[in-house]
């Protein structure tokens, strides 16, 4: 009885042992410094690197400030023979400066816009000087099947269009008129000598000028100048004309034709530009090896993207405080915590950081680092982080199709940040009796009120069906997500990944706004949080995403075994 008392009491304390092994004590757990983080992102936003366009000398400044970092907390370079970098190729065209001004002929006076306030230039707009006539051509296209071209002559004329396209059109014609770049060549061929694009994005404000990286593909219009105003700028380039934007857009949509127009005024531009088909730009990698013999050849890879959208001239300066200072902040911030761990408690597994450059140009880094990191075989899984810097809610993408690596971030969130937010859809639904007759109610009423005035129940009648009549939106809550972004190139090898990132986050994408005023150090806090604590858990060995069956079918014998 006596020895049977102490074996079971040493196996109770054994089991709580082993317990306190696999669940991490809050108390003792570490947290990430805000005021560190913040440092990082103050730094990489600075005008010092010059919104850090891959392929320029701001970008390759803020590459070396970034290895320095990792270096000073023990991480150890993983690149290309045996430094800090991976290099590759990118297209790269730095903006000196572009003036814009309109005026109507025979007139003294010129309205004069500026760059950074009313508009910017495309990314890869080209170089050179155009004073002429405009067009207005809707949404750019020139199909069959739908011409904004059919009944203006745009020759010798700066044509002017809207972003985007017709949504009434098929995508199997929309989607050659998608970027900047298809609505520049369509408009050099039809003769113009420059193309004005109104920004129609919802991503960003009205009077907020905003630029994207990747413009469409090649080749490039080396002379051909593309400039976009905001949409607060294209109420003034419409004043006087033959419609306001709003309301040319509205006719075309209800329409379904085209409602193209010559402008009573002429515009003015000129850009100065840079370009370079084939530009060096640079990944970051470095590797804190595990202190396991059993697990230090597997690897768990950690990466953000460093490059942003640069500058334009001397008054448009993208800060990229969100995009994506404030998730490389994160990953340093996560090197350091790693650091400081007590040697009992450092990583098994071996943890390999990657700092994207590229990103902008359909995540480009992230390709090169997949195809060229020697051990793709051994990657357990990677961690994705992008724009966690503002939001309401962390948003961690990939459980449609890696629940199980989905369910080690549920776990740290509801051990250390309990703010995880669930992702949510509006789908269509058909619509209830009630709401049926509440919509025929409403019907009789506009008419009604149309009979008292014939334009009024002349365009009533011109309204045509759209098919959602039947139909109600209705938002699901929980729907399941794919990994996005930097982790879509992981995807093919069948490494496990998730995206770490935020929900109704994103609020200055791409724009002049995205400073480190409009940082969410809430949420920004929990989210760094949140990668450190799942990668910290996915280091210790304990999950298993891939086996070695599946890894043999996808690479065959792996190197060193």
């Excluded at 991490?24 to 983080?37: F, G, H, L, R």
């Excluded at 025979?106 to 508009?119: E, I, P, Q, V």
């Excluded at 490389?328 to 990583?347: F, G, N």
């Amino acid at each position: 009885m006596y020895n049977f008392y102490y074996c079971k009491k040493a196996l109770a304390m054994l089991s709580l042992a082993f317990v306190a092994i696999l669940i991490p004590a809050k108390a003792m757990a570490q947290e990430v410094n805000i005021d560190t983080i913040m440092k990082h992102i103050i730094e990489l936003s600075s005008e010092r690197y010059e919104g850090r366009q891959a392929g320029t000398y701001g970008y390759n400044a803020a590459v070396k400030y970034c290895a320095e970092v990792l270096a000073s907390y023990g991480v150890e370079p993983a690149g290309e023979n045996g430094g800090w970098l991976q290099e590759f190729d990118v297209e790269c065209n730095e903006i000196d400066n572009c003036t814009f001004h309109t005026y109507l002929p025979g007139a003294k006076n010129h309205d004069t816009y500026s760059l950074g306030r009313d508009f910017s230039c495309a990314a890869m707009t080209g170089r050179g000087y155009a004073d002429a006539n405009v067009v207005f051509c809707g949404y750019g296209l020139d199909a069959s099947a739908y011409d904004d071209y059919a009944n203006v002559d745009a020759r010798g004329k700066i044509v002017i269009v809207a972003s985007g396209v017709p949504n009434f059109l098929p995508s199997d014609i929309t989607d050659r008129y998608a970027s900047l770049r298809d609505k520049a060549r369509v408009a050099k061929m039809h003769g113009a000598v420059a193309l004005v694009s109104v920004n129609m994005s919802t991503t960003c404000a009205d009077y907020e000028v905003q630029c994207r990286g990747y413009n469409g593909k090649l080749p490039h219009l080396a002379t051909f100048p593309i400039i976009q105003p905001t949409k607060y700028c294209a109420e003034s380039l419409f004043r006087g004309e033959e419609m306001p934007l709003d309301e040319a857009l509205a006719k075309i949509q209800e329409d379904h034709k085209p409602h193209s127009f010559a402008f009573n005024k002429k515009f003015e531009i000129e850009t100065n530009t840079r370009y370079r088909a084939s530009a060096p730009t640079y990944n970051i990698v470095g590797i804190m090896h595990g202190a396991s013999k059993k697990v230090k050849n597997e690897y768990i890879v950690i990466g953000a993207h460093l490059d942003h959208v640069g500058r334009q001239g001397e008054t448009c300066f993208y800060p990229g405080a969100d995009d994506d200072a404030s998730s490389v902040a994160a990953l340093l911030e996560t090197a350091r915590l790693l650091s400081e761990l007590p040697a009992d408690k450092r990583p098994a597994r071996s943890v390999v950081f990657v700092i994207f450059s590229g990103s902008e140009q359909l995540d480009k880094g992230t390709y090169e680092f997949i195809d060229h990191f020697r051990y793709q075989g051994r990657i357990e899984a990677f961690l994705s982080i992008d724009c966690i810097g503002t939001g309401d809610s962390i948003d961690v993408r990939g459980n449609a199709r890696y629940p199980d690596l989905w369910g080690v971030a549920c776990h740290n969130d509801s051990l250390y940040t309990h703010a995880m937010g669930r992702a949510k859809k509006t789908i269509k639904v058909y619509a209830t009796a009630e709401e049926l007759a509440e919509r025929e109610k409403q019907k009789k009423l506009e008419e009604k009120e149309a009979a008292k005035d014939p334009k009024k129940m002349k365009a009533l009648k011109k309204k045509k069906p759209t098919g959602n009549e039947k139909f109600s939106e209705q938002v699901v809550e929980g729907f399941q997500t794919m990994p996005s972004g930097d982790a879509l190139a992981f995807q093919p090898l069948e490494i496990p990944s998730l995206v770490f990132t935020t929900f109704n986050g994103k609020q200055h994408t791409h724009t002049t706004y995205d400073m480190t005023e409009n940082i969410n150090r809430v949420t920004l806090t929990k989210a760094a949080s949140l990668v450190y604590h799942t990668l910290c858990d996915l280091t210790r060995g304990y999950y298993r995403g891939r086996t070695y069956e599946s890894k043999l079918q996808v690479y065959g014998p792996l190197i060193d075994d």
